[in-house]
């Protein structure tokens, strides 16, 4: 039989001896944690050790020079994030391992921005919050929620460490909620609190669901439809009302319209063929604020395919002048066809001329055109456009040609300073007037 150990007693206290030494080096570097200011000037001492005893350190198993210690002491100027790290002293030549630190450079917390809003009313409401900037090391925070001189529990949120919910103990009540956050780290310690009524904090979430679709053979109209935001609990006690705004993509301006019930409205004044942006908002019928816009949806209005003449219709060239001459289109008449298009100046120019039908007499078919409304309307603009073009290069022109002469003028005054000395400037005025008596007084 082979006997594992000879001494029992001996391999019981090795064993114990290499278990006191793992768990001391184990709580030692568990225990040595050092936090610093970001900015400040940081001293690490190699543990117990004499200040005149020749030390090595390491910062993160990279050895340090000499210029950064003051006898056996460690110390970093100005310390930045690039410092945190593992320190490490060893003694003398024989590296034996004296002592080990890890340093966390940081800030002290600033006020924290703490916040409330119930978006399931009535249900409750929920409290998050959040640090105006990194303190770049642990933070632990700590919410206090008070009622009526009685404290409710804040439930943490499971996913969200910054998050918590407070379910309603009583509904209307006219006791305001007093909701206090601190936040502390190693550094330092802050906190803020906020009082509100329990009307004041609801704000749903936004509409769900939005979508806007063109409405067959209307060429300014978009029929738009939303849901109810999943997180309202009761939409039949507690109804919401909309804001429903939309713009064509090409203008900033917005057009908005408050709907008092229902979860669809028809834009009527849509421009023809041009997409639209659409957005939706929610809103109790009679407390709290506006929710945030609903994520924006894209339609454009209905716009009718272009008809392709015929051959009778391409034939028909040669009756096309009498057709104009029958329905007499001028400037005048035309602006009595349609004055939508006239009132901004838009003449038979703009318009084209006629459209000949294959199956009937010809017809203003421009004057119901939308696509060719807004034909009409960039005419008209391109006109102006390059009118302006014009009245600016004129203008360039005219600058171009000053500053040209002013050149030339502070050319000729150089060349007089530089070749006319100050007493024969008499002289050369002379010369410029020899017509001109002059008479001097002795």
Request: with cysteine; charged share 20%.
């Amino acid at each position: 039989m082979t006997m594992a150990c000879p001494v029992p007693a001996a391999c019981y206290v090795v064993l114990a001896a290499v278990v006191v030494v793992y768990a001391q080096r184990h709580s030692q570097q568990e225990s040595h944690i050092r936090y610093a200011q970001l900015g400040t000037d940081v001293t690490i001492s190699c543990g117990s050790i004499d200040q005149d005893a020749t030390v090595t350190w390491a910062a993160n198993s990279t050895d340090l020079d000499a210029s950064h210690l003051n006898g056996s002491r460690l110390v970093l100027r100005n310390v930045d994030l690039s410092h945190s790290g593992q320190y490490s002293c060893y003694e003398g030549s024989s590296w034996h391992l004296k002592y080990q630190v890890i340093l966390k450079v940081g800030t002290p917390p600033k006020e924290p921005i703490l916040m409330c809003r119930s978006n399931n009313y009535p249900s409750g409401f929920y409290c998050s919050w959040h640090l105006p900037s990194p303190t770049y090391i642990p933070d632990i925070f700590n919410i206090t929620v008070m009622h009526d001189s009685k404290e409710i529990v804040c439930e943490k949120d499971v996913s969200l460490k910054n998050k918590c919910y407070i379910r309603y103990l009583h509904l209307f009540s006219s006791k305001k909620y007093r909701v206090t956050l601190t936040v502390t780290n190693a550094l330092g310690i802050s906190s803020t609190s906020i009082s509100f009524d329990e009307f004041a904090i609801v704000k749903p979430d936004p509409p769900e669901n939005v979508v806007a679709k063109p409405i067959p053979n209307n060429a300014r109209r978009l029929l738009v439809t939303w849901q109810y935001p999943s997180s309202w609990p009761d939409p039949e006690s507690f109804p919401l009302k909309f804001f429903l705004r939309y713009r064509p993509l090409i203008i900033d301006q917005w057009q908005h319209v408050e709907l008092s019930d229902g979860t669809t409205h028809i834009i009527t004044d849509a421009y023809a063929g041009k997409e639209y942006i659409i957005q939706v908002a929610a809103k109790d019928n009679e407390i709290g604020t506006w929710s945030d816009w609903s994520v924006a949806v894209h339609a454009t209005p209905w716009t009718e395919e272009p008809k392709h003449l015929t051959t009778e219709a391409q034939g028909a060239g040669g009756r096309l002048e009498d057709a104009k001459s029958d329905v007499s289109v001028g400037p005048a008449d035309s602006q009595t066809e349609s004055p939508a298009l006239f009132a901004v100046g838009v003449t038979e120019s703009h318009l084209g001329g006629l459209r000949v039908s294959a199956t009937g007499p010809p017809a203003l078919a421009h004057h119901c055109s939308p696509r060719n409304h807004i034909l009409a309307y960039i005419g008209i603009y391109q006109d102006r456009v390059e009118s302006s073009l014009r009245d600016i290069n004129a203008q360039l022109r005219a600058v171009e040609k000053a500053v040209t002469e002013i050149h030339k003028r502070l050319n000729r005054l150089e060349a007089l300073n530089a070749n006319t000395p100050p007493e024969n400037e008499d002289a050369r005025e002379l010369e410029a007037y020899p017509n001109t008596h002059h008479s001097f007084s002795s």
